[in-house]
């Protein structure tokens, strides 16, 4: 199973997009699932069901950081390093889907009972996450 398939199989299991992602990337980045789960559960559906940032765009984005991040403060190399990198993933998901905005990208503000109920009516969690999801994590092994 590739690592795009396992972040599906994770989204569709009943983890958030965040967690889908990261976790389907983190043990070869020296996380173990179990954290990646932990770690990224606050950013699905788009930051807390905010409808902000697309949380498999945030898992992306920790994983960029948990590989590329700086660990020292003078360490400007790696900061700018995973800066480039976010900005290029940033640039190919937008350059896929036209946003990096979850209630953009399914059309459906999360933030209330009725807006996660609308978006299950129509069908954005079985429809358009899962691409997201999956594209995320081909992006991700494309630039990492």
Not at 59 to 70: F, S, T, W, Y
């Given at each position: 199973?590739?690592?795009?398939q396992d972040?599906?199989?994770?989204?569709?299991?009943?983890?958030?997009?965040?967690?889908?992602?990261?976790?389907?990337?983190?043990?070869?980045?020296?996380?173990?699932?179990?954290?990646?789960?932990?770690?990224?559960?606050?950013?699905?559906?788009?930051?807390?069901?905010?409808?902000?940032?697309?949380?498999?765009?945030?898992?992306?984005?920790?994983?960029?950081?948990?590989?590329?991040?700086r660990t020292?403060?003078?360490?400007?190399?790696?900061?700018?390093?995973?800066?480039?990198?976010?900005?290029?993933?940033?640039?190919?998901?937008?350059?896929?889907?036209?946003?990096?905005?979850?209630?953009?990208?399914?059309?459906?503000?999360?933030s209330s009972?009725?807006?996660?109920?609308?978006?299950?009516?129509?069908?954005?969690?079985?429809?358009?996450?899962?691409?997201?999801?999956?594209?995320?994590?081909?992006?991700?092994?494309?630039?990492?």
């Amino acid at each position: 199973m590739s690592r795009a398939q396992d972040a599906v199989q994770s989204f569709r299991q009943g983890f958030s997009c965040s967690q889908a992602v990261l976790a389907a990337i983190s043990e070869p980045l020296g996380l173990d699932r179990e954290r990646a789960l932990k770690i990224s559960q606050a950013f699905g559906g788009g930051m807390a069901r905010m409808g902000l940032t697309c949380g498999a765009v945030t898992g992306a984005m920790l994983a960029i950081g948990l590989k590329h991040g700086r660990t020292r403060p003078e360490d400007e190399e790696a900061k700018e390093k995973t800066y480039r990198l976010v900005h290029d993933f940033l640039r190919r998901f937008q350059d896929r889907h036209g946003s990096i905005v979850c209630r953009e990208l399914i059309g459906v503000d999360l933030s209330s009972p009725e807006g996660h109920k609308l978006g299950a009516e129509r069908g954005v969690f079985e429809n358009l996450c899962p691409r997201f999801v999956a594209d995320a994590v081909e992006i991700l092994e494309q630039i990492l």
